[in-house]
């Protein structure tokens, strides 16, 4: 049985994704893509030859009887609407990071689904797919490196365009650390502060770029991560983990080494798409697979609330300059992780 998959966003992942559930990853097939730019949609469809029908409201799109599951590849501020329709209309839903702009909004999402009475929602969290960051996670967990006492991390992006603001260095780059790190070291976050350091010239005038985002876990872990999303050398992940007796780092994506023009080199990926290509399959295979058999396992409405609580947090840092809790809710039994 084909999955029968609509898509509400066709800009960049939402043609990625379109594209990997059509020639990629088997029994799913995308009958309907939306797009506030109808033109985006249909030149998403033409390109892969696809008959899925164009729909310029969302809204419409989880409605049609034909969609069974929905993904949810819009901007951030539409996701909790859609995802909470979705929930509505009792389809699953595949729901691109952020869940939601707030915990707020992550919470009514998590509500609605606990009423629905069954997991709905997945949230596009992929680096816990990635191989690289499982490896970490096992060598963290056999004790390899001790335990963990600090962890130094960079999420850099080579540049990004003027609608980039400084809180979404928060809402929709930090958020990937705010999940992985809690899922690496099985642990929940306690405060965050937010530091600027000089500014870059590379940066648009409204956004301050880089960052360095400070977190304290409930164990007494520091995290430091530093957000710089105009680093214009390519598109680089690091996480290094200080445990008591050794340090365990990220792999780096596999690229060949050369020994030419009396330079030793290896190649930077410059672009997300590359660099998690296989995570983005083994998730959104991973999803069609679960709601084939009606039991959704992967990143829940919970995590994409737990991200969004330190995401609040740090947002608050940014303006206060000072060190902010973070407060989690008690997590309900209907998420058991
Ligand atoms: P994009 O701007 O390229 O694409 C978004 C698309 O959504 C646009 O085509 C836009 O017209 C459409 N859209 C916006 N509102 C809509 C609505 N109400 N109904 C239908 N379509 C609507 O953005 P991009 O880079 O594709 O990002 C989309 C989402 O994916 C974002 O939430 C972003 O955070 C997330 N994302 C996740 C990544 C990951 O690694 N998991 C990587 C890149 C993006
Ligand atoms: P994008 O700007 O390329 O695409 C966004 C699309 O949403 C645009 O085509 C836009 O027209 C459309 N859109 C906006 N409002 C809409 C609406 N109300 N109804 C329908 N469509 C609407 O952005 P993107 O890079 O593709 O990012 C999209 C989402 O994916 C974001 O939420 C982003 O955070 C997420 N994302 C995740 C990853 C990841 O690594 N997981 C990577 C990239 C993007
Ligand atoms: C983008 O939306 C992503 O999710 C990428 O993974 C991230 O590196 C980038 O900063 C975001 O804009």
């Given at each position: 049985m084909m999955l029968k998959i609509g898509v509400i966003g066709a800009g960049a992942i939402g043609k990625e994704h379109i594209r990997r559930c059509s020639t990629?990853?088997?029994g799913a097939s995308i009958v309907a893509v939306s797009d506030i730019n109808a033109e985006g949609a249909r030149s998403a469809v033409t390109a892969l030859g696809l008959e899925a029908k164009i729909y310029d409201d969302g809204h419409a799109l989880i409605a049609?009887?034909?969609?069974?599951a929905v993904l949810v590849t819009s901007w951030d501020p539409t996701h909790e609407e859609f995802t909470l329709a979705a929930i509505a209309a009792g389809k699953p839903v595949f729901c691109?990071?952020?869940?939601?702009?707030s915990a707020e909004g992550c919470r009514r999402i998590v509500d609605a689904e606990m009423r629905a009475g069954r997991r709905l929602v997945q949230v596009g969290f992929m680096r816990p797919y990635d191989d690289g960051y499982q490896a970490l996670k096992q060598a963290i967990a056999q004790g390899e490196v001790g335990t963990p006492l600090m962890l130094h991390c960079a999420h850099r992006n080579a540049s990004v365009n003027e609608s980039y603001s400084t809180d979404m260095a928060i809402t929709n780059t930090l958020i990937h650390e705010l999940d992985v790190l809690r899922w690496l070291l099985n642990d929940d976050y306690v405060s965050a502060q937010v530091i600027f350091p000089r500014s870059t010239r590379n940066a648009h005038a409204n956004l301050r770029d880089p960052q360095i985002v400070l977190l304290e876990t409930r164990s007494g872990v520091r995290i430091d991560v530093e957000v710089f999303v105009n680093c214009q050398y390519g598109y680089d992940i690091q996480c290094e983990v200080v445990g008591e007796s050794g340090i365990a780092r990220l792999p780096e994506p596999a690229s060949v080494q050369m020994r030419k023009q009396a330079r030793l080199a290896t190649e930077i990926l410059t672009d997300w798409k590359d660099r998690f290509i296989r995570a983005y399959d083994v998730e959104l295979q991973a999803f069609i697979d679960d709601v084939k058999a009606d039991e959704l396992r992967g990143p829940s409405a919970w995590d994409g609330y737990a991200a969004s609580v330190a995401a609040d947090a740090c947002l608050k840092a940014q303006q206060s300059g000072s060190v902010e809790p973070v407060e989690m809710a008690p997590r309900p039994d209907f998420y058991p992780r």
């Open positions: 990629v990853l088997q049609d009887p034909e969609v069974q691109e990071k952020p869940l939601a702009m």
